[in-house]
């Protein structure tokens, strides 16, 4: 028994030193970096996440089986299990190290979708992480990558729809036909932003708040109207009816300065390019136009047109231009003939 009193003094030492690391030492080390604000910190802590407590752990075991009374064998193969799990677990945070990074720079990087170069770019890492864990226990990895190459082609098969949606989505990134935070509307009149493209499908959220999930192959071979496309900003257009004895050019005047009172409102960065108007029509009770005003994005129409039609309602009535409605005169004529019964 007295054999046993180093190795389970080892092991006992190892597991209180990662519950005094990750309990302790490792929370305030987090919470100075956090203070200091050093970039990356943030994901760096979020990737050792228990990895502190199991490598305490693990070398607290390793020294127990070195000092431990036990065969050659048994200990050459603890020894291997424990490497693998060493392996395994600075992989894991390798992984979660690229995905967060990856993250951060699609965050950074407008219309680049988040979800699916950060599960890739995790993926990539595990199985490269894999591959170099099996090759230093001893298996030899050829063959496994030549079966995986041969069994590649039933994969494939079997999971078409997935590789199909997936490369769909790499598609979509790549072209740059649809970006996160993209207002898009599709054939069958759903529409919404863009808030990521993953591997299989590509979610928009309405401005009702409502999700819509869109599969990537659907929406690779769909017709769309992307709206800030080449550019976020977009022209509002609402027609307007005057009365035929209005002063034109006065009208002209007064819906101009509305409308730039509206964009000093909305979208006050866009005021150089100047609104316009354009008559078009002789209609049944007024004359028509259009007026033209760039705002910055499809979502700020409504409120662009809300303003307009308050401000414009309210400057016509102290101009006295009438803007007309509908009105039909009925002109009856008596019948003067007698019905003899």
Do not use: C
């Amino acid at each position: 028994m007295m054999q046993w009193i180093l190795p389970i003094v080892f092991l006992l030492a190892g597991l209180l030193a990662g519950i005094i690391g990750e309990k302790f030492i490792f929370k305030k080390l987090k919470v100075f970096v956090s203070n200091t604000k050093i970039p990356g910190s943030e994901i760096i802590f979020s990737s050792l996440h228990r990895m502190t407590f199991i490598w305490f752990a693990l070398a607290g075991f390793s020294a127990a089986i070195l000092s431990a009374p036990i065969k050659p064998d048994i200990a050459n193969l603890l020894q291997k299990s424990i490497t693998v799990i060493v392996l395994y677990s600075v992989t894991l945070v390798l992984a979660r190290l690229s995905a967060g990074f990856v993250n951060v720079f699609t965050h950074r990087t407008e219309g680049v979708s988040a979800s699916l170069l950060s599960n890739i770019a995790k993926v990539a890492v595990i199985v490269l992480g894999s591959l170099i864990l099996l090759q230093t226990v001893g298996v030899e990895i050829t063959p496994i990558v030549t079966t995986l190459g041969i069994s590649g082609l039933a994969v494939g098969l079997a999971l078409k729809d997935t590789l199909e949606n997936l490369f769909s989505g790499f598609y979509l990134i790549i072209s740059k036909q649809v970006r996160t935070g993209d207002y898009v509307k599709l054939a069958d009149n759903h529409e919404g932003y863009v808030i990521d493209i993953s591997w299989r499908n590509t979610t928009i959220r309405e401005l009702s708040n409502n999700v819509i999930i869109v599969p990537n192959s659907k929406l690779g071979s769909a017709i769309f109207i992307n709206y800030h496309l080449p550019v976020k900003e977009i022209t509002l257009t609402l027609n307007v009816g005057v009365d035929y004895e209005s002063d034109l050019e006065h009208v002209e005047k007064v819906t101009v300065q509305v409308a730039k009172e509206v964009m000093q409102e909305i979208a006050p960065q866009l005021i150089a390019n100047e609104p316009y108007i354009r008559f078009h029509k002789f209609g049944d009770f007024s004359i028509d136009f259009t007026l033209y005003m760039r705002v910055n994005e499809f979502f700020d129409q409504r409120i662009g047109r809300h303003l307009f039609i308050k401000k414009l309602h309210k400057r016509y009535q102290q101009e006295g231009i009438k803007i007309p409605f509908p009105a039909r005169e009925l002109y009856m004529q008596e019948n003067s003939a007698r019905i003899e019964g």
